[in-house]
């Protein structure tokens, strides 16, 4: 899903879609999820963790360039751009977890290192705000996705 059309899976652009249609697509998916758990108050861990990946990928500059108040700038192309280069290294929110002990620090530059691990622990943030939004009963769906546009997944005036 890295290419084509669901490209927007991974906060990323298809090519054929504005900032705002990305940002809506992934904001309806989270809040289907948050209007059945509402009803049944159960949830699909395979859909959960599909619709919170989605929101973890935002904050891998891989996917989507966020500026210093963690507003998103622009969603990347995964076709345009070189895997190795521009995406591959930025696309480990979880350094410890996906290089073997000592492979990380030997491989990459301590800037990015430190990139990711600022990453990662945003990108944790914002997926334990919407796993508390789940259970927060004074939030309703118009709450919920204000809590995603404005918090979440919000947008620079010229955002690509």
């Given at each position: 899903s890295h290419f084509g059309s669901r490209q927007w899976?991974?906060?990323m652009n298809p090519g054929n879609l504005s900032p705002e249609q990305i940002r809506e697509n992934i904001v309806e998916r989270?809040?289907?999820l948050f209007r059945r758990y509402r009803k049944d108050c159960q949830l699909n861990a395979a859909d959960l963790g599909f619709s919170l990946h989605m929101i973890a990928d935002s904050y891998s500059y891989g996917h989507a360039k966020r500026n210093e108040n963690d507003e998103i700038m622009e969603y990347n192309n995964y076709g345009n751009q070189n895997k190795k280069a521009e995406h591959e290294p930025y696309?480990?929110?979880?350094p410890k977890v996906n290089y073997p002990q000592g492979k990380f620090n030997a491989d990459s530059s301590?800037?990015?290192r430190i990139m990711q691990d600022s990453a990662f622990k945003k990108a944790k943030l914002a997926t334990e705000k919407i796993m508390r939004a789940f259970s927060d009963c004074s939030l309703d769906e118009t709450g919920f996705r204000k809590l995603l546009v404005k918090e979440i997944l919000p947008h620079t005036n010229h955002v690509k």
């Open positions: 899976w991974h906060a989270l809040v289907k696309d480990r929110l979880y301590e800037a990015l």
